[in-house]
Each structure stands twice: as C-alpha cells, then as structure tokens.
T-cell receptor, first 116, second 109 residues
Framework: DAGVIQSPRHEVTEMGQEVTLRCKPI?????LFWYRQTMMRGLELLIY????????DSGMPEDRFSAKMPNASFSTLKIQPSEPRDSAVYFC??????????????FGEGSRLTVL | SQQGEEDPQALSIQEGENATMNCSYK?????LQWYRQNSGRGLVHLIL?????REKHSGRLRVTLDTSKKSSSLLITASRAADTASYFC?????????FGKGTKLTVNP
C-alpha cells in the first residue's frame, strides 16, 4: 500500500485566499484524522471521521475551517479565508477500526502551509 | 486538557549511549503510544503499551508505563546517529490520540 497520501506538500498563499488540503487514507481504514502542527502548540487534533462521518470537530479553530469526507478514499480540509496564523504543517492520519480503543495511526507526510 | 508533557524537551547524546524520554499525562488512558518524527516528515508509530501492561520491548526500544503516576518512559539503547528525530508520546482514552509536544533527540556521531 502507498500509505496515507497528502497534497499539496507545500502551499504558499496570500492572506484571504482559499486553501484546500487533500488526503487519501490507506484503503480499508475507517478512521481519518486531521492534525495541525506548530512549534508553539505542538500537534493539535482538528477533526476526525469514522466511516466518512465527522465525529468530533471540537478542535477546528473557527468557522473559517471546514472538512469533508465524501467517500472512504478522500478527505479535504478547507480554510477560507486564510490568515497568517494558519501557517502550520497539516497532517492527515488514518487507522483501522477496533472500537473505542485506538490503535496505531498512520500519518501522511504533511502539507506545509504558509500564509503571507 | 489531556495534553501531558514530554521531558526533556531536547536531549543530545553521543552515539552508543542510551536515551531516556519521559511522558506524563493527566487523564486515564486505554493505551499509550510512542511515535517518531524525522525532520520534515510525518510521524511513524514505534510502540503501543496498554494500560494493563507495565513494560514492553521492541528491538532497541523499551517502554514502561506507570498508571499510578500517570507516566511513561521510552528508552533507546545503544543509540545511533540515525535515531536523531523528535519523539512523541500519545495518549488514548477514547477513539482519538492526544499528542504531547515531543522530545527532540540528537545523537552525535
């Protein structure tokens, strides 16, 4: 398997522009997670899905952020409008089910976002 | 917040020495996991220890868990320059994992 695939790897945009980050989880995994990593705050969980349904979006910073998972093999994280403080590395991760007790997470290589 | 702390924040050692990293947390857990992150890359799972386990080994890695003290440690024995990376513990109390801020390990050749 190719692992979790994220695109783009790098994105530089100007404040106010819309940003869309994409993720393809590992086939057969039914949980998908979006994390954001910064030096100041570390790794923060933004939102996660189970069987394509959003379960917990309490980590989404504000209404400018939205995430979708239209099918089992694709998810997007959208920021509109973007702001300089959104600059971070955004990771997508997936795992197999197994009930409430979470097992190993498989991470993508991340999307490094810079908002000027 | 469920976030705990890794300690130390940074560690620099010589090749061949052992490296010990600690992790503390605040709430009850089902399991605790350790991950590694090379610079500019995604996180990679190293080892998982369940709440009813006290110690686990995997190659040069040894993980301990003390649920009474809400703490865990990761020991890397006979370190190599290739072990240079950031190491994170992640607590699982439900369906999601909560990560600490990590320990940056540098192994000097």
């Amino acid at each position: 398997d190719a692992g979790v695939i994220q695109s783009p790897r790098h994105e530089v945009t100007e404040m106010g522009q819309e940003v869309t980050l994409r993720c393809k989880p590992i086939s057969g995994h039914d949980y998908l997670f979006w994390y954001r990593q910064t030096m100041m705050r570390g790794l923060e969980l933004l939102i996660y899905f189970n069987n394509n349904v959003p379960i917990d979006d309490s980590g989404m910073p504000e209404d400018r952020f939205s995430a979708k998972m239209p099918n089992a093999s694709f998810s997007t994280l959208k920021i509109q409008p973007s702001e300089p403080r959104d600059s971070a590395v955004y990771f997508c991760a997936s795992r197999m089910g197994g009930g409430r007790h979470t097992g190993e997470l498989f991470f993508g290589e991340g999307s490094r976002l810079t908002v000027l | 917040s469920q976030q705990g702390e890794e300690d130390p924040q940074a560690l620099s050692i010589q090749e061949g020495e052992n490296a010990t990293m600690n992790c503390s947390y605040k709430t009850s857990i089902n399991n605790l996991q350790w991950y590694r992150q090379n610079s500019g890359r995604g996180l990679v799972h190293l080892i998982l220890i369940r709440s009813n386990e006290r110690e686990k080994h995997s190659g040069r890695l040894r993980v301990t868990l003390d649920t009474s003290k809400k703490s865990s440690s990761l020991l890397i024995t006979a370190s190599r320059a290739a072990d240079t990376a950031s190491y994170f513990c992640a607590r699982s109390g439900s369906e999601k994992l909560v990560f600490g801020k990590g320990t940056k390990l540098t192994v000097n050749p």
